[in-house]
């Protein structure tokens, strides 16, 4: 698929879902222009990996995504760590579902504990695999990563990857934002401290209290009485020219309240164009 020029709407694949199938199916007859495959398989046995998806399937979901000008995107498993070599064949795995269901880009997570430097020579290994495919790759920051991890790790980048070519990025989740011990609660805080020169290419948004990473639906939790944080943030992305897909990451029940979360931030966003437009 080609890559998204606009601000796209999604959800994600769920262990708490009935079938793997079941939130893809309601994204597309909801009119989401998103999508996110999330490997998660439990060790109570819950959930999928790529292994489970046939060859037909696969070839079946990219179709369906192509007739609805679905952008998808695939969320490797949590704990894929590309410098540990026991994780790489699990890595392939998941490279070669993004290409059979014509996704157009990889996420992966941050992982603490690894230096930067070694982190982001492991980067550069897995671009090359990812570029002559034309998958866009997006690092994901988790609750115990932070502003200066990133800011640390796109300074190192940025001499090694052409800067005409956005194939790599961050993934800024906001719920993990708000709990890095040094912005719990203020995620705004979090997105401040970014360096200009990171570049957002993708966004995971969910809600929690400081307390877990408990992806409560947006408008569900502290937005649901106070909308100042997410107006914030979508104010600034707009300052940062995002263009990308923005992920719900939740399957609550019921199901609807994912539209209603979409359909109010649409609303928030084209209002955010509308104001921005008469400041320039």
């Known amino acids: 698929?080609?890559?998204?020029?606009?601000?796209?709407?999604?959800?994600?694949?769920?262990?708490?879902?009935?079938?793997?199938?079941?939130?893809?199916?309601?994204?597309?007859?909801?009119?989401?222009?998103?999508?996110?495959?999330?490997?998660?398989?439990?060790?109570?046995?819950?959930?999928?990996?790529?292994?489970?998806?046939?060859?037909?399937?696969?070839?079946?979901?990219?179709?369906?995504?192509?007739?609805?000008?679905?952008?998808?995107?695939?969320?490797?498993?949590?704990?894929?760590?590309?410098?540990?070599?026991?994780?790489?064949?699990?890595?392939?795995?998941?490279?070669?579902?993004?290409?059979d269901v014509g996704a157009s880009l990889l996420n992966i997570h941050l992982q603490s504990g690894e230096t930067i430097a070694a982190y982001s020579v492991a980067i550069i290994a897995l671009m090359r695999r990812l570029t002559p495919l034309h998958i866009r790759l997006s690092i994901e920051n988790t609750p115990s990563t932070g502003p200066e991890h990133f800011n640390e790790l796109f300074r190192r980048l940025r001499g090694l990857v052409s800067p005409d070519k956005p194939n790599l990025g961050m993934c800024l989740d906001l719920g993990h934002a708000n709990l890095y011990?040094?912005?719990?609660?203020?995620?705004?805080?979090?997105?401040?401290?970014?360096?200009?020169?990171?570049?957002?290419?993708?966004?995971?948004?969910?809600?929690?209290?400081?307390?877990?990473?408990?992806?409560?639906?947006?408008?569900?939790?502290?937005?649901?009485?106070?909308?100042?944080?997410?107006?914030?943030?979508?104010?600034?992305?707009?300052?940062r020219y995002f263009s990308g897909c923005i992920i719900l990451e939740q399957w609550p029940n019921p199901p609807s309240l994912l539209k209603e979360a979409r359909n109010r931030l649409r609303h928030m966003i084209d209002s955010s164009v509308n104001q921005w437009s008469n400041l320039i």
């Open 1 to 99: 698929m080609a890559e998204t020029d606009r601000i796209r709407i999604g959800i994600q694949t769920a262990c708490s879902a009935s079938t793997v199938m079941e939130p893809f199916e309601y994204a597309v007859a909801n009119g989401f222009d998103a999508f996110e495959w999330f490997p998660d398989k439990k060790e109570s046995g819950r959930g999928w990996t790529v292994g489970d998806i046939s060859k037909e399937t696969r070839a079946m979901v990219k179709n369906i995504a192509l007739d609805h000008d679905i952008y998808l995107s695939v969320h490797c498993h949590w704990y894929l760590n590309p410098l540990r070599p026991d994780d790489h064949e699990r890595l392939l795995k998941d490279i070669e579902f993004t290409r």
């Open 181 to 239: 011990d040094a912005t719990r609660n203020d995620y705004l805080r979090f997105i401040d401290l970014l360096d200009p020169g990171v570049p957002i290419n993708h966004i995971h948004l969910h809600e929690n209290y400081g307390d877990q990473d408990s992806h409560l639906p947006l408008f569900s939790g502290p937005s649901g009485k106070n909308l100042k944080g997410i107006k914030g943030f979508v104010h600034r992305m707009r300052q």
